[in-house]
């Protein structure tokens, strides 16, 4: 049923579009793809914002669909990632409210990329802690709204701030260079960015940047004690929503290595060889995937980049 509604839809959708895009339907098929993404960012559904507590030192705050936490301690609020001015300004509102009134000791970013490292002046923050590497990329971008960090480190890190121990992990070849989990052993809670999400297929393609990379991180993470798990983006789970993406990323492994053996190691260059391709991914995916957040708006965009990054490497 869900199938045939599925079809019923890209068919409803495909003539429409070839009526409206008749000087161009290649064009306007693109148009309702790009379009079609609104449902996945949830223009509606993740409006606004908000702060949760989550447990008894730690708050989650969203703005659309971005996702901190704030630490809870005795010496002061620990913060990751500002994301840009106006999501600041929202969660100064917010602390405000929840009577968290103290200073933020520490603002840690936990990679160099524009979209997390924006607007941390509205916070104040004493600190701030970034991956050395952070500053060498800002150079050559408009970092002008990054607050610049008061320290650089590099590997894993062992905090203990105002009672709180905070388990900087540093995750290599990933998501950039630059990028850090955040582990609460204490309270049993995990923070990760643009890394797996909560059943819910990453933008764009991710893992953006080094695929194998990526796996060896996140099962080593998946190998952590823990209770909540807290992505960058969309909603929050459990360690199991965790343990799944290991699956689902070693499954799109596991889906390439057989697509290369059946299509060869060469990049697929015919029309039939590329569509072939396609259909064999989506195939694999879509029974295990094809109910999880975002599949329909991003499982091209996953496929193109498998297909690529298994041939290549990366
Ligand atoms: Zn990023």
Redesign the pocket.
């Known amino acids: 049923m869900k199938e045939c509604s599925r079809h019923a839809r890209f068919v409803t959708v495909l003539a429409v579009t070839l009526l409206i895009g008749a000087c161009n339907p290649k064009r306007a098929i693109m148009e309702v793809a790009v379009g079609d993404m609104e449902k996945y960012f949830g223009a509606e559904e993740y409006d606004g914002s908000e702060l949760v507590k989550l447990t008894d030192r730690v708050y989650t705050y969203r703005w659309t669909w971005y996702r901190s936490i704030v630490i809870d301690t005795d010496e002061g609020l620990v913060i990751t990632d500002p994301f840009n001015a106006e999501a600041a300004a929202a969660l100064v509102r917010h602390l405000k409210e929840a009577g968290l009134t103290k200073p933020v000791h520490t603002l840690f970013y936990s990679?160099y990329?524009l979209?997390?490292t924006e607007g941390g002046a509205a916070l104040e923050p004493q600190r701030v802690l970034a991956h050395r590497g952070c500053p060498s990329y800002w150079a050559d971008v408009d970092a002008s709204r990054v607050l610049p960090p008061t320290r650089l480190i590099e590997g894993d890190q062992v905090l203990t701030i105002g009672g709180v121990r905070i388990h900087l992990l540093y995750l290599g070849r990933t998501?950039?260079d630059t990028l850090y989990a955040v582990y609460l052993p204490d309270e049993r809670l995990l923070w990760t960015?643009?890394f797996a999400l909560v059943r819910t297929i990453l933008p764009i393609g991710g893992p953006?940047y080094y695929f194998p990379g990526a796996i060896k991180a996140m099962e080593r993470l998946a190998a952590l004690d823990f209770d909540v798990f807290v992505p960058s983006h969309f909603g929050y789970g459990k360690k199991q929503d965790l343990v799944d993406y290991v699956g689902f990323f070693k499954d799109l492994e596991d889906a390439s290595r057989r697509s290369m053996e059946k299509f060869g190691r060469e990049v697929p260059r015919s029309r039939e060889t590329l569509q072939d391709s396609f259909d064999f991914y989506y195939d694999e995916l879509e029974g295990r995937y094809g109910d999880w957040h975002g599949f329909d708006e991003n499982v091209l965009f996953v496929i193109v980049r498998a297909t690529t990054g298994a041939r290549l490497g990366y």
Do not use: E, I, N, W
Request: aromatic fraction near 0%; avoid cysteine; hydrophobic fraction near 10%.
């Open positions: 990679h990329h979209d997390h998501h950039t960015a643009d953006d």
